[in-house]
């Protein structure tokens, strides 16, 4: 059993800056994938990023240029944002892709202001 847990949701201006967090509960070299995956209201979850163990980074079109996703250690993984725009307001989910099970966090709020 794998549990994510994200955090550095918030709220924040259009065009500033947040770095969310995901903590697993064991290393994750060893994951087929990590991502982060948003819900706005009203709207179907959606890929944000994900991370195959090949080393290959996904990125939906809307944040190109503007998230990135990387891992700082074993069992951490980051999603930088920058230049936020209300669009982006969504309830933020990290999954980990582990054999044929999938993984996710509780989700983070994160709220752009205009």
């Known amino acids: 059993q794998v549990q994510l847990v994200e955090s550095g949701g918030g709220l924040v201006q259009a065009g500033g800056s947040l770095r969310l967090s995901c903590a697993a509960s064991v290393n994750i070299f060893s994951f087929n994938a990590m991502g982060w995956y948003r819900q706005a209201p009203g709207k179907q979850r959606e890929l944000v990023a994900r991370?195959?163990?090949?080393?290959?980074t996904n990125y939906a079109d809307s944040v190109k240029g503007r998230f990135t996703l990387s891992r700082d250690n074993a069992k951490t993984v980051y999603l930088q944002m920058h230049s936020l725009k209300p669009e982006d307001t969504a309830v933020y989910y990290c999954?980990?892709?582990?054999?044929?099970?999938?993984?996710w966090g509780q989700g983070t709020q994160v709220t752009v202001s205009s």
């Open positions: 991370s195959a163990s090949g080393g290959s």
């Open positions: 999954n980990a892709e582990v054999y044929r099970a999938s993984y």
